[in-house]
């Protein structure tokens, strides 16, 4: 599976951004696409995900209420519509896709196969 991200850029707080997730290749029913963030000096850390087939979605706390995941199957694509930006959304986001995982483990960066390039978002102040 490949991923190609987009959709970043610079915006000032409070604006919103559309990233984008394309996925070529063998997807299941199963499959999860996440969307993982990491700014400079700190960890990889969950934002977002959700289940291709069933559209079951999974939010970090961070981020309930202002982001939204979404999937279209027929384009192959996941969606982080992020709103209410502030400075500390600031990262290289990623998206990442798992044909297996397991709801415990959707959370956790290195369950996931694979991955795609990482987006840059800046959010000034």
């Known amino acids: 599976v490949q991923l190609q991200a987009s959709g970043g850029g610079l915006v000032q707080a409070g604006g919103s951004l559309r990233l984008s997730c394309a996925a070529a290749g063998r997807t299941s029913f199963n499959s999860v696409i996440g969307w993982f963030r990491q700014a400079p000096g700190k960890e990889r850390e969950f934002v977002a995900a959700i289940r291709r087939g069933s559209g079951n979605t999974y939010y970090a706390d961070s981020v309930k209420g202002r982001f939204t995941i979404s999937r279209d199957n027929a384009k192959n694509t996941v969606y982080l519509q992020m709103n209410a930006l502030e400075p500390k959304d600031t990262a290289v986001y990623y998206c990442?896709?798992?044909?297996?995982?397991?709801?415990?483990?959707?959370?956790?960066?290195?369950?996931?196969?694979?991955w795609g390039q990482g987006t840059q978002v800046t959010v000034s102040s």
């Open positions: 990442a896709a798992d044909n297996n995982m397991i709801q415990s483990s959707i959370r956790t960066s290195r369950m996931y196969a694979y």
